[in-house]
Nanobody, 121 residues
Framework: QVQLVESGGGLVQPGGSLRLSCATS????????IDWFRQAPGKEREGVSC????????YYADSVKGRFIISRDNAKNTVYLQMDSLKPEDTAVYYC??????????????WGQGTQVTVSS
């Protein structure tokens, strides 16, 4: 049974940092690309970042480029999203998701339940 469980969300002030984790199980992580999406209230879900199975390719949305870093530890079955210089517009529910293959295509087969990130003073 494929499972993706996000953690690390919370309330942070503008300019602050958070590190999201996505713990995976039920499949062989080192064979798949993993995405991070987010959805803000009243907005469509958007792809934020992706990392290929071997971590040789990463993708970032323009809105987070230079502030977010995606990484993975296949031995720990976990993918991370380091978020720095957070802005109020980063407020959203963040989801990790499983792409259908080793490369980033941002068309997930499975989703986690999401973790709330709120950036506010």
């Amino acid at each position: 049974q494929v499972q993706l469980v996000e953690s690390g969300g919370g309330l942070v002030q503008p300019g602050g940092s958070l590190r999201l984790s996505c713990a995976t199980s039920g499949f062989t992580l080192d064979r798949y690309a993993i995405d991070w999406f987010r959805q803000a209230p009243g907005k469509e879900r958007e792809g934020v970042s992706c990392i290929s199975s071997s971590a040789d390719t990463t993708y970032y949305a323009d809105s987070v480029k230079g502030r977010f870093i995606i990484s993975r530890d296949n031995a720990k079955n976990t993918v991370y999203l380091q978020m720095d210089s957070l802005k109020p517009e980063d407020t959203a529910v963040y989801y990790c998701s499983l792409d259908p293959g080793s490369q980033c295509v941002l068309t997930p087969l499975y989703w986690g339940q999401g973790t709330q990130v709120t950036v506010s003073s």
